[in-house]
C-alpha cells in the first residue's frame, strides 16, 4: 500500500479523500493555490505546498507541477478527486510515465470515454444498449439523411461533448440544418473537436446511473443505481440511492450492463455508468464518468462500501475486498448539494465569508464540507460548499431526515442553495417519487423565477454573466478589504509565491 499520497484537488472532495487516506495509515500531501492558504483542505493533510495563483489555470490545473511536488514530498500516488485532472487521460499518461500512481483508470480508458462516439461503438460491441442512433462521426449530408430516416426529434451531440455541452434538441425539419451548424461551432470552439452523431430524442427521461468498481485482475462489480433526474441546467440538485420504482429485474440488468461496460475497456478504479430510462422502463447508455463523482456517498450510505478507500486499494493493485454476492442494499440515501448560489436571483454566485457555519447533524446525517466558519468562498473554483447526505431506513425516513437536516442548516454571510432545496423536498411530485429530467422546469419554474433554459448557449451566456457579476462584487468587496487591512497592518501583501516548492504546512489534521 502506498505510504503517502498527494490530494491534486481542493474542497469537498480533497478532504473526503484525505478521511479515506487517514483511515489507511497514508499520509497525505495537499496543493494549493494562493487563495487557498488556509483552506480546510490545506488543514486536513500532513503536508501542504503552494502551487500557484488562484486561477485554476495557473495552480491546480498544472499537471507538471503537482507531479513535481508529488516526487518532491515522496507521495507515490495522486488522487485526482472530480473536476480537474480526473478525467484527463493526458495527465494520467503523464503519471505513468513519472512513476506515480495514477489513482483512477488508465488515460486510454479515460479518452475512450470521453470520445462519445467511441464509447457508442465500444458499447454496440459489448452489447449494452445505447441509445437509438448513429455510431459514426457524421456530415452535415450524413445527419440530414439519418435524422430523415429515424425522425425527429432527434438530439445532435458532439462526440467531445457530454454532461449536456455541445447538444441540441431538432424537434421540426427546418431547424435541423441551422442545428446542426450551431452544434458543430459550438463543439469545435469548446472542444476543439467538431464531430457530431446523432441521438433519437428520449421524452422525459430519468437520470439513472449504476457504479461499479474494479480492480486490475479482472474483478468487476456495481453498486447498484443512483437517481439524479432532479438537475439544473445538467447541475445536479438532489440525487437518491436506490433509484425511485427500479424493480429487481431492471436493477439486474443495469447493474450487469454497467459491468459489462466496465470490461469491455479493462476498467480499473471507480466508475459510473450513465443511463437514460424512458417510461416504459427502457434504458439507454449515455456515457460513463471515468472519476469518482460527487454523489458517491448515497452509495457508500446504502451498500456500506467506501468507494474511496477502495479507489485506493485497487489502484495499489490490491484485489476487490468483495463479490457482487456480497453486495446488498441497506435503506435510502438522499444527497442535496448546497451551493454557494442565489437562488431568489437566477442562482448567481454568492461568493463571501461565512460568517456563521453550523451543519445539520443527528442521526442519519452525512455532511461532506469543503468550509468552515470563517471560510471564504471565491468565484475562482466550483460553488458547491457541502453535500447533505442523509440515510433512512426507507425512503420516506429518508425524505424526513432531509427535511430535519435543512431545516437545522445555518450558513450566513453568503447566499445558499438551502431555500431551494426546502421548496424541493415539499413537493407532492418529489415526495412521490414520480419525477424525471424535467421536475424543475416543469414544477419549479426552471429554479426559482428563473426561466427555463431556452438553449445550452443561453445558459452557458447566463451562468457567464453572473460569474462575471459575482467576480465583481468580490473584486470590490476585497479591494476593500485590502485597504482596511494595510492600514490597520501598516502593509499589505507580500510575496505570494514565497511558499512554492517549499513545504508550507505540518499538521496531521484538522485542529
Ligand atoms: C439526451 C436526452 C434525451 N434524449 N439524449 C443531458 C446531459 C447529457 N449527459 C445527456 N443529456 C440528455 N441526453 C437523448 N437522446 C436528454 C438529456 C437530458 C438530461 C439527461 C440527464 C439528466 C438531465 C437531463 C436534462 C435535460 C436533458
Redesign the pocket.
Known amino acids: 500500500m502506498f505510504k503517502k499520497v498527494l490530494v491534486a484537488n481542493r474542497g469537498e472532495i480533497a478532504v473526503r479523500v484525505m478521511r479515506a487516506c487517514r483511515e489507511m495509515g497514508i499520509k497525505t500531501v495537499a496543493v494549493f493555490s494562493d487563495v487557498d492558504r488556509d483552506a480546510l483542505h490545506v488543514r486536513f493533510a500532513d503536508e501542504a505546498y503552494c502551487i500557484g495563483p488562484p486561477p485554476a489555470r495557473e495552480s491546480y490545473l498544472l499537471g507538471d507541477r503537482i507531479i513535481a511536488v508529488a516526487k518532491q514530498a515522496g507521495a507515490e500516488a495522486i488522487h485526482p478527486g472530480y473536476g480537474f485532472f480526473s478525467e484527463r487521460g493526458e495527465f494520467a499518461d503523464l503519471c505513468a510515465k513519472e512513476g506515480v500512481t495514477f489513482i483512477g483508470p488508465a488515460g486510454s480508458v479515460m479518452r475512450s470515454m470521453g470520445d462519445k462516439v467511441t464509447a457508442r461503438q465500444t458499447m454496440e460491441k459489448a452489447r449494452v444498449p445505447i ?1 437509438p442512433g448513429t455510431t459514426e462521426r457524421l456530415s452535415d449530408e450524413e445527419i440530414q439523411s439519418f435524422a430523415a430516416k429515424i425522425g425527429l426529434p432527434v ?1 445532435i451531440k458532439a462526440s467531445a461533448g ?3 455541452k455541445g ?1 441540441r434538441l431538432v424537434r421540426t425539419d427546418k431547424d435541423l440544418m441551422s442545428s446542426v451548424a450551431r452544434a458543430r461551432s459550438e463543439a469545435k470552439s469548446s472542444f476543439g473537436d467538431d464531430s457530431l452523431y446523432v ?4 421524452e422525459e ?1 430519468r ?1 439513472i446511473e449504476i457504479q461499479i468498481l474494479a480492480d486490475s485482475h479482472g474483478n468487476c462489480v456495481h453498486l447498484f443505481e443512483r437517481e ?2 432532479i ?1 439544473r441546467r ?1 447541475q445536479k440538485v438532489i440525487e437518491e440511492a436506490p433509484g425511485n420504482r427500479i424493480s429487481p429485474e431492471l436493477r439486474a440488468k443495469m447493474g450487469a450492463a454497467a459491468v459489462a461496460a466496465a470490461k469491455a475497456v479493462d476498467y480499473v478504479g471507480a466508475g459510473t455508468c ?1 443511463f ?1 430510462v424512458d417510461k416504459n422502463d427502457e434504458f439507454f447508455f ?2 460513463m464518468n471515468t472519476r469518482v463523482q460527487v454523489e458517491h456517498a448515497i452509495t457508500e450510505m446504502i451498500t456500506g462500501v467506501d468507494i474511496v478507500k477502495t479507489m485506493i486499494r485497487v489502484a495499489a493493485g490490491e484485489k476487490l475486498p468483495f463479490e457482487q454476492k456480497d453486495l446488498v442494499i441497506s435503506g435510502h440515501s438522499i444527497e442535496a448539494r448546497v451551493y454557494a448560489e442565489d437562488p431568489d436571483n437566477n442562482f448567481v454566485p454568492s461568493p463571501g465569508e461565512i460568517v456563521v457555519y453550523r451543519p445539520a447533524a443527528g442521526p442519519g446525517i452525512r455532511v461532506d464540507s469543503g468550509v468552515f466558519q470563517g471560510a471564504r468562498v471565491t468565484v475562482f473554483y466550483d460553488p458547491m460548499v457541502a453535500k447533505l447526505v442523509v440515510w433512512g431506513r426507507d425512503r420516506s425516513e429518508a425524505v424526513d431526515r432531509l427535511r430535519r437536516a435543512l431545516s437545522e442548516f445555518v450558513v450566513k454571510g453568503i447566499k445558499t442553495s438551502l431555500p431551494f432545496h426546502q421548496k424541493v423536498v415539499n413537493h407532492p411530485v418529489f415526495l412521490a417519487g414520480k419525477y424525471d ?1 424535467g421536475f424543475i422546469d416543469q414544477h419549479m419554474a426552471g429554479g426559482k423565477g428563473g426561466k427555463a433554459a431556452t438553449s445550452e448557449e443561453d445558459a452557458a451566456e447566463s451562468r457567464r454573466v453572473a460569474f462575471m457579476m459575482a467576480a465583481i462584487v468580490a473584486f470590490k468587496r476585497d479591494k476593500q478589504r485590502a485597504a482596511v487591512a494595510a492600514s490597520t497592518h501598516g502593509k499589505s501583501g507580500g510575496d505570494p509565491w514565497k511558499d512554492f516548492g517549499r513545504r508550507a504546512q505540518m499538521r496531521g489534521g484538522w485542529r
Not at 199 to 202: D, H, T
Open positions: 441509445v438530439m457530454g454532461g449536456g447538444m441521438e433519437k430524442f428520449v427521461p437520470h439524479c433526474s438537475q445538467h450513465e437514460l449515455l456515457e429530467t
